[in-house]
């Protein structure tokens, strides 16, 4: 649950503010001075401070200068009815995250309160490279124990201890941003604020104002001075991740930022000088950009001081086991249930798979294999019909790595089924939360009626039960919908 404080001498306010933040996700405090608000963060804890500039008592824009000496990442928002003097901009100097003009436009202030939240999110959680997955009790970390993710460690590592600039590279859904986040929580600057932006996500017109600001009249809507990130984020650390898809313009800012630590509003003409480090991310290759004239090469320079190559899930394929363990425990936490099993066959699905959208894509799999599951374990059928293919490429229902063929005049023995059940007992003793017996009947169901193409009848003669048992087992595990669906 996140926890926003609000500090407002206006009752009014404090009301507007609970009737707009309704959400059982967010807990609401007030304060009505800044005196009772500097006494309530210690106890409460607040991820999120959301303060009136002028306020009987101390000021807000003292409340936030005495904030910031026991507290250099707690995230505040200033109000203030005088959007048109240097107050407000006096407290973004003093690290405000942003600010509010009252009266509130409504949508405004819940997107502005949902982007600090996740940003005061991405500050609080530690995000661990050290690979203790025999345990799992982290909150957060990179998973992994393949030697290309010890080489990823080992650098992360190395690029904690120091101040250097990163660039970390690779494939969408590898896991660029974590990286970033463990190199600054691992960091000197870890006690100072981390904000991320995703430069393909801003219109090119708006990014350079974003990451610098600009002054009031710069441009059309520009009514009031604003404070970029690179401001707000003076003493730490800035991550800019799709660093490839920026503007030459805005990159010959960034390339100043890095040279001298200096920049210039949007609009303005007053040097501005920050301390920021920054850590950047694509996934384009830039030595091309750089050869098209579409990136600059002094700049390629400057973010390559460190540079992390993230491989893709294809080629770390003994890290999908891990993977696959964290995001159950990971799911089961949110839901507050107990973690499900994967059958083996289903676990060897998943380990061939190509995974063109890495990591991401792989969790995506695990959720979507854990809402359609119906018994505790994901089984085969409960992975995407594309994992597995007939003679024609045609999906087959609940199969996963098919039979070994039979030797000839060999039939199946006592000695075959017994080594069989040897091995599913010592699996299932490794998955203490999963019912064996309900797990294997579900799939043996499944794939004899995929074998015989819904035909119940021939079916339980497969299976050696009769048809009316079928039909009840059938509608306990819900396989002839689940079938008809695929």
Known sequence: ??????????????????????????????????????????????????????????????????????????????????????????????????????????????????????????????????????????????????????????????????????????????????????????????????????????????????????????????SVQRIGKFEQCDKGTIFLDEIGDMSLATQTKILRVLQSGEFERVGGNQKVKVDVRVIAATNKPLEQAVAAKEFREDLFYRLNVVRIQMPPLRERRGDIRLLVNYFLKKFAQSQRQPPKAVLPEALAALERHAWPGNVRELENVIQRALVVAKGAAILPGDLPAEFFSGPAGRPVAGSATPPPAPVPGKAAGADEFADLADRLFHWARAQKQLKLIPAMERELIAHALAETKGNQVQAAKLLGITRATLRKRVEKYGIQQELTVK
Do not use: W
Request: glycine letters at 8%.
């Open 1 to 222: 649950m996140d926890k926003l404080l609000l500090i407002d001498d206006e009752a009014d306010v404090q009301y507007s503010f609970r009737r707009i933040f309704t959400s059982p996700e967010i807990e609401i405090s007030t304060a009505a001075s800044g005196e009772e608000g500097l006494r309530l963060i210690p106890k409460i804890k607040p991820d999120l401070v959301i303060m009136d500039v002028r306020m009987g008592g101390i000021t807000g824009l003292e409340t936030l200068r005495r904030l910031r000496q026991f507290d250099a990442k707690l995230l505040v928002i200033m109000m203030t009815a005088y959007g048109t003097t240097q107050t407000a901009i006096e407290a973004m100097k003093l690290g405000a995250y942003d600010y509010l003009l009252k009266p509130f436009d409504v949508p405004r202030l819940k997107q502005i309160v949902e982007a600090a939240l996740k940003a005061a999110r991405d500050m609080k959680r530690v995000v661990s490279y050290q690979p203790l997955l025999e345990s799992e009790d982290y909150d957060q970390g990179i998973v992994g124990r393949s030697e290309p993710m010890q080489n990823v460690f080992k650098l992360v590592g190395q690029l904690a201890a120091s101040d250097a600039t990163a660039l970390v590279t690779g494939e969408s859904g590898t896991g660029k941003e974590l990286v970033a986040r463990a190199i600054y929580h691992h960091s000197q600057r870890s006690q100072q604020p981390f904000l991320a932006i995703n430069c393909a996500a801003i219109p090119e017109n708006l990014l350079e104002s974003e990451l610098f600001g600009h002054e009031k009249g710069a441009f059309t809507g520009a």
